[in-house]
């Protein structure tokens, strides 16, 4: 009974130009690399699982798939309060995300929606997803801003883990699903 959640996984990922993605970041950020984003869902605990049929009957299935791969641009620019290197996710129709980045790579990107419809759950859904990972840089070296305000070294490659943690939104009721849950991902991304 392999049931689908509406681009659930992904609630940030849609196709796109990687030229237009770029046009996505601050007007101080400079582009660091167009992506090909991968996603593999993983074990977590509590997965979600439609558990209830429309009927009210027992049910057992799965409300995630792997998605398709998906573009996206990564950006850089410096933190407008204290100059410290911030790193964006452009994604076509949705707003940059940003996130500090370390000297090492490290990134956590977090956005929240609420009152998502549409789903196989049949409920309004509150989903904060929360993306970590390492930028990996092609050779190596900590990360910094280079002459041109880009990052230097390169970044290679991306990898990381996508987290969906849903809930249902607050005086929601009939659910289908064991919420609340979670959707795990792991994250790679490849330089186009």
Known sequence: MGRLVFALALLFLATGCPETLSASCPTSSTAAGNFTLNLALQPSSPQCKVILGLDG??????????????????CSGPDPSDGGPIVYLAVQNRAARQSPLAPDGNFTFTTTSTNVGGTVCNCGLDIVETIT???????????????????????GTISGTLVDALAVTAGGSGCLCNVPCNLTYQLTGTKQ
């Open 133 to 155: 990972g390492v930028l990996v840089p092609a050779t190596p070296g900590p990360f910094q801003f280079g002459p041109d305000g880009g990052l230097t070294p390169p970044v």
């Open 57 to 74: 009957g027992p049910a057992d299935g799965d409300v995630a798939a792997t998605p398709t791969a998906q573009t996206a641009t990564i």
